[in-house]
Nanobody, 129 residues
Framework: QLHLVESGGGSVQAGGSLNISCAAS????????LKWFRQAPGKEREGVAS????????YYADSVKGRFTLSQDNWKNTLYLQMNRLTVEDSAMYYC??????????????????????WGQGTQVTVSS
């Protein structure tokens, strides 16, 4: 079973930046879809961004497009989410999740829509005005 550990969350003022990470316990490329989710208190969990199963072609939610950048280091088995121009509305617990692929290659759009069953413990991001 793949294990995921998020890190890098913290508190920042509006307009600031954070880079959060998701370290996986094993190889990712060609084996898993990966996606960042977030959930604020009292709100439903929402998807933030995903990559294809080979770690390319980031796919973003409209709410973060142009501000967040998703990347994957296949040597370190780590997913990164660089978050710029943060707003109070970005405050949430951020989770990364993984889903095994049925074939070696799945598109980022497919990875964004697929069901996820492997979750990290989350990292808190708090943006103050």
């Amino acid at each position: 079973q793949l294990h995921l550990v998020e890190s890098g969350g913290g508190s920042v003022q509006a307009g600031g930046s954070l880079n959060i990470s998701c370290a996986a316990s094993g190889p990712l490329v060609g084996r898993y879809c990966l996606k960042w989710f977030r959930q604020a208190p009292g709100k439903e969990r929402e998807g933030v961004a995903s990559l294809s199963s080979i770690g390319l072609d980031p796919y973003y939610a409209d709410s973060v497009k142009g501000r967040f950048t998703l990347s994957q280091d296949n040597w370190k088995n780590t997913l990164y989410l660089q978050m710029n121009r943060l707003t109070v509305e970005d405050s949430a617990m951020y989770y990364c999740a993984a889903a095994p692929t049925k074939s070696g290659y799945e598109t980022a759009a497919h990875c964004y829509q697929t069901q996820y069953g492997i979750w990290g413990q989350g990292t808190q991001v708090t943006v103050s005005s």
